[in-house]
Each structure stands twice: as structure tokens, then as C-alpha cells.
T-cell receptor, first 111, second 114 residues
């Protein structure tokens, strides 16, 4: 069964600290993996996308890694800001027509 | 460029009442998706349109849910009658031709059924 699992479910950190979110998937075949940020009351917005051959991708303070052998990905946030408070959703695509969503990690950044 | 537009943003209804959500995708995007997102969960696909054709509605509860995209642009998702368990955020997304994996999401409609 195609599944995407994320951990932790929720996370609280202080402003300026770093954090890492985890994503494990059992999706096959594999086309690409995305990390989305979803602010409260908004739709998800794509942060990064990685294909099978890519093992790291950065977008500002966000850095995603991908290990296609172990089917794991991580999203590292550097020097967190209050505006980073959101849900982060790992999404794996088995083909061009479908997306498998994880349940997300809810991050709260406190001053 | 305008993003995906959805209305209303919030809706509160009593159970057994009908409700409809509207979506206007990004101009030029031929693929349109409706998702349901429960609290603390990721979005779940309800239906996908390629132009005006529904190409994947396998997860749409057809006894009470219906959708249409008559001219291949705007779309409407309807629930009739609504049940308490339908309370969720309904997200619309669109993607450009030949890039179905690149979906742009609207802000969603938050539905509360009392």
C-alpha cells in the first residue's frame, strides 16, 4: 500500500533554532517527492521537489534531502523564524497523475 | 498572476442542508483537483478533471457528493445532504498541461456542519 509517514506529528522550537522533519514512504513506483508548507487557513505551497537522482535541494533556509534507497526524506529548517510556524507536508508522486500526501508535521516557532 | 480562487472561504450549515463550493483555477491550467482535508491530516483527493472530463472520481462519495466543470474552467463541488462528518477543509488545486505533479492550491473552504 502506498503510504507516506511523517514525524514528529508536532514540534515546538524557539526562534533562531534549527529543526529537522522526517518523512518515510512506501510508494512505488517513485517519480518525485515534494515538501509543502501549509499556513493555517491557507492551501499548501510547494517548497522543494526532488526526483530519484537528486539527494538534496535547498530553498532559502529550507533544505530537503532524499535517500531513495531507504525511502526516507528530511526537511531541515535553519535559523527558524516565527513565520515558519505552519504544517509541513511530505508528498510523494508515484506517477505524473497522482500525489500521496503525508499527514504533516505541525511546527510552532516561539519567540 | 492570480492564484487558484475559492469561495466561500468559510461555511457553516446544519446537517442535512446542501452546500456548494466554487473554484476558479489558474488561467491555462487544464487539470483541476478537489481535495478534502480533515483536521491534522493531509489532503485526500476527491476528484480530478482533465478539462471538462472527470478522469478520477473513485474517491468521491457519489451518494451525496457531486462535481461539475462544464466549460473546462471553473468547477463546483456540491454536498447534498451534508453530514456532521463532512466538516473539513475543501481544497481546490490546478496544474498546467503535462505537469500534473505540479499542483497549485487554493486557500480552501472551511466547512462546519452542525
Amino acid at each position: 500500500k502506498n503510504q507516506v509517514e511523517q514525524s514528529p506529528q508536532s514540534l515546538i522550537i524557539l526562534e533562531g533554532k534549527n529543526c529537522t522533519l522526517q518523512c518515510n514512504y512506501t510508494v512505488s513506483p517513485f517519480s518525485n517527492l515534494r515538501w509543502y508548507k501549509q499556513d493555517t487557513g491557507r492551501g499548501p505551497v510547494s517548497l522543494t521537489i526532488m526526483t530519484f537522482s537528486e539527494n538534496t535541494k535547498s530553498n532559502g533556509r529550507y533544505t530537503a534531502t532524499l535517500d531513495a534507497d531507504t525511502k526516507q526524506s528530511s526537511l531541515h529548517i535553519t535559523a527558524s523564524q516565527l513565520s515558519d510556524s505552519a504544517s509541513y507536508i511530505c508528498v510523494v508522486s508515484p506517477n505524473t497523475d497522482k500525489l500521496i500526501f503525508g499527514t504533516g508535521t505541525r511546527l510552532q516557532v516561539f519567540p | 498572476e492570480a492564484g487558484v480562487v475559492q469561495s466561500p472561504r468559510y461555511k457553516i450549515i446544519e446537517k442535512k442542508q446542501p452546500v456548494a463550493f466554487w473554484c476558479n483555477p489558474i488561467s491555462g491550467h487544464n487539470t483541476l483537483y478537489w481535495y478534502r482535508q480533515n483536521l491534522g491530516q493531509g489532503p485526500e483527493l476527491l476528484i480530478r478533471y482533465e478539462n471538462e472530463e472527470a478522469v478520477d472520481d473513485s474517491q468521491l462519495p457519489k451518494d451525496r457528493f457531486s462535481a461539475e466543470r462544464l466549460k473546462g474552467v471553473d468547477s463546483t463541488l456540491k454536498i447534498q445532504p451534508a453530514e456532521l462528518g463532512d466538516s473539513a477543509v475543501y481544497l481546490c488545486a490546478s496544474s498546467p498541461p503535462h505537469r500534473a505533479g505540479t499542483q497549485y492550491f487554493g486557500p480552501g473552504t472551511r466547512l462546519l456542519v452542525l
